[in-house]
């Protein structure tokens, strides 16, 4: 059976009341943990419909359901790169739309481009 919970606020177990915008607002709405070496390939996600892997260490995210705007917020996380490496936003391929965005992995040392063997993004913002 199918239904619904309509409710303004949620309160804790100690008593303190918390507006449902704050967890609406405040939860991701789009994440996913990947594998960017060899066959790329999410290990898990929500709200992802593709990953695609457009180069060396470049890759694009595309939304199962579409942001409200292009102004949300993502953060990146990667392990298993060299001690030298970070992970970042790339905009010198495609701006940021509101089904994809594209990230990067850059080897600090030398700024190449490299591809990241675990790899993490969690999506804020408002859905379509």
Known sequence: MAGKIIADTIETGAGADISTSYVVNGSAKAWINFNGTG????????????????AVGRYQINFSTSMNNDDYAFYLARDALPST???????????TTTSQFRVVGVNAANTTLQDL???SVLVHGDLA
């Open 39 to 54: 066959t790329v390939a999410a290990r898990d996600s929500h709200n992802v419909s593709s990953l695609v892997d457009t």
């Open 117 to 119: 063997p675990i790899a």
């Open 85 to 95: 490496g970070f992970f970042s936003g790339d905009s010198s391929t495609a701006t």
